[in-house]
């Protein structure tokens, strides 16, 4: 079985971002030659975040990864939008949307126990239910 990268948003803006401090750790990383893997709510808030930013390059080089199979977008399915809305509601006291809690939907559904993450903070706290806790890098 192949192995994924699944990324947030932190890490692939940072990834397209120069200015950004976490850019070469984060373009290392997920240009390794690992497949890379995200879901859609993660493509749609780095695209738009990239557009607030003034990064429409960025944004349209985002999407032409996706294009050239760079970055793969996995579709979220009945049983991870169930999973997605258990943390949101459970961990309520933190800033945890919908979009990182597909994150980790989408981690456990791959039985991937590696999550490519700035935002150490949201991702530490989650309980996943494929394994003791997710191995957050860079």
Known sequence: MRSFLVTDTTALF???DRSDQDHAA???LLGSGRGVLIPPTVLTETVQLAH???LRTAAGALLGLV???EIEVA???HEDWARI????NRYSDLPLDAVAASVVALAERLGEEEIVT???RHFAVIRPLHTRTFHLVP
């Open 14 to 16: 940072a990834s397209l």
């Open 67 to 69: 294009l050239a199979g």
């Open 26 to 28: 984060c373009a290392a």
């Open 85 to 88: 809305r258990e943390p949101v």
């Open 52 to 54: 607030r930013r003034g």
């Open 75 to 77: 579709q979220i399915d």
């Open 118 to 120: 700035l935002a150490r």
